[in-house]
């Protein structure tokens, strides 16, 4: 992965935090309001999402939309 | 404006960067190789950016992309 991929860190933001918060993909698309298949799709890192989307994604994982792009080690 | 609206927060934070640099649109449309109407258009507010296209902002003001979705008082 490049480093500084915004798909990348997004993506594997995403996963770590819904996992840590032990929320499944299914009840993170319930949150979102966006279809399990795009979630799935975007932890992948399959998709480049818009920031609308990025946003319903920050609030079904209940945190701030900048955590999603702090870079990974 | 809404304030937890991503839209408002990251055009808005677009333009104060890119003022605060002195950088014109022009410039900033030449570095990120967005067009210049694309950049205008996003700095009002006006498009639901993607991700990729958030980045190539970001690096095209030379600031982390998380500085964009800082929220604004």
Redesign the interface.
């Known amino acids: 992965m490049k480093k500084?991929d915004?798909?990348a860190i997004?993506s594997q933001n995403m996963k770590l935090i819904r996992i840590k918060k032990e929320m499944t993909q299914e009840e993170l698309s319930f949150k979102s309001g966006l279809h399990r298949n795009y979630i799935s799709d975007t932890e992948r890192g399959r998709r480049?999402?818009?920031?609308?989307a990025?946003?319903k994604i920050a609030e079904g994982l209940e945190v701030?939309?900048?955590e999603l792009?702090?870079a990974i080690d």
């Open positions: 500084n915004v798909i997004f480049n999402i818009s920031l609308k990025a946003e701030d939309l900048k792009f702090l």
